[in-house]
């Protein structure tokens, strides 16, 4: 026998006292197959098969990027010192990386000094705008 897939029920029926079970296992069931329509083209099979993962970390470490480890001062453990100021060096290296410059010096003052230029027209008066204009000189007689 084929299976029969259930009669739509109406609004009037789910509405009424007895159907309340019924009307919320309905609406659970139109939510799913929405949801499934709408995320049918992002999620895989692989996620559907291995279920819900959940990562956790219990420090809060990496999040505010915090100090890990043990800490010394003033020579009281000196191998200690000695690891902080590798770490110390690592970081350094690779904010100078980082630091990598798009625009070099003399680019950035160009482009500052036309900025600082139209700044300049934006602000002048009427007066100041119209003394810039050249004026028309007449050819010399030979």
Same mark, same amino acid.
């Given at each position: 026998?084929?299976?029969? !897939? ?32 709408? &995320? ?11 279920g819900n993962i959940n ?6 470490v990496g999040c505010k ?8 001062? !003033? ?12 770490? &110390? ?20 003052? !160009?482009? &500052? ?13 009427k007066k100041q705008r ?13």
């Amino acid at each position: 026998m084929e299976e029969r !897939k259930h009669a739509k029920l109406s609004k009037g029926l789910l509405d009424m006292k007895f159907m309340k079970k019924t009307k919320e296992r309905v609406e659970k069931e139109e939510d799913d197959a929405e949801g499934q329509a709408m &995320y049918s083209s992002e999620i895989t099979e692989e996620m559907k098969q291995s279920g819900n993962i959940n990562f956790s970390q219990v420090s809060i470490v990496g999040c505010k990027d915090l100090i890990e480890g043990r800490l010394s001062f !003033k020579g009281m453990n000196p191998e200690i010192e000695k690891l902080m100021n590798d770490e &110390y060096a690592k970081k350094l290296d690779e904010a100078e990386k980082r630091k990598e410059k798009d625009v070099t010096d003399t680019e950035m003052a !160009k482009g &500052y000094s036309t900025l600082v230029d139209t700044m300049d027209k934006k602000f002048q008066n009427k007066k100041q705008r119209n003394t810039n204009k050249k004026k028309f000189l007449k050819p010399a007689d030979y």
